[in-house]
């Protein structure tokens, strides 16, 4: 088994910046990918970053370029917006997915219990 366990979330004013940890333990031999995904309230979940334990990268459109996803899992987010509020969730994988299905749900099979994040504008 996997276990995964998100730090780092908090309050910022829109423009800041911070910086998410997910700590995995156990199995952790037997992953390949992390990702990390997000839900508002009254909003579905979406991916916002991912990686593979090759260091292939992929992000939402909406997070490219202000969000940086790396190889200890960490998910460092600048340039934050109103509209990324949300409870920020880490994933992990056991199987290793071609990229373009690094951001899709059913790729991951371990879950954390989240972190809030809430950007104020």
């Known amino acids: 088994q996997v276990q995964l366990v998100e730090s780092g979330g908090g309050s910022v004013q829109s423009g800041g910046s911070l910086r998410l940890s997910c700590a995995v333990t156990?199995?952790?031999?037997?992953?390949?990918?992390v990702a990390w995904f997000r839900q508002a309230p009254g909003k579905e979940r979406e991916a916002v970053a991912a990686?593979?334990k090759d260091g292939i990268t992929r992000y939402a459109d909406s997070v490219q370029g202000r969000f940086t996803i790396s190889q200890d899992n960490a998910l460092q987010m600048n340039s934050l917006r109103f509209e990324d509020t949300a409870m920020y969730y880490c994933?992990?994988?056991?199987?290793?997915?071609?990229?373009?299905?690094?951001?899709?749900?059913?790729?991951?099979?371990?879950w954390g219990q989240g972190t809030q994040v809430t950007v104020s504008s």
């Open positions: 990686i593979r």
């Open positions: 156990g199995r952790t031999y037997s992953t390949c990918a």
């Open positions: 994933a992990a994988g056991r199987a290793c997915p071609v990229p373009s299905s690094l951001l899709v749900q059913t790729t991951y099979d371990y």
